[in-house]
């Protein structure tokens, strides 16, 4: 066992940069806020991607082309 009397106590690092460790709430909304759990910064999360923010209630995602449509107007010669 060693003697600790004869350990030094350094002094005190002032740490200069935070490895953040995000406490994020739950999505309610277009953001979030995050606090760090070792610093205390408050941080806003992004809940979805930018580009896929989104279209509103009258947005069509499911609504496709009717390419079978095309194809048989193709086959009788029909042209739009």
Do not use: T
Not at 43 to 49: P, R
């Amino acid at each position: 066992m060693r003697n600790r009397s004869n350990l030094k106590v350094s002094e005190p690092v002032e740490i200069k940069a935070c490895r953040h460790y995000w406490h994020i709430e739950e999505a309610d909304g277009p953001v979030s806020r995050g606090i760090c759990k070792i610093c205390g910064e408050e941080k806003e999360f992004q809940n979805s991607w930018i580009a896929s923010s989104y279209m509103g209630k009258d947005a069509r995602v499911f609504d496709l082309p009717n390419m079978l449509e095309s194809e048989d107007e193709e086959e009788s010669g029909e042209k739009s």
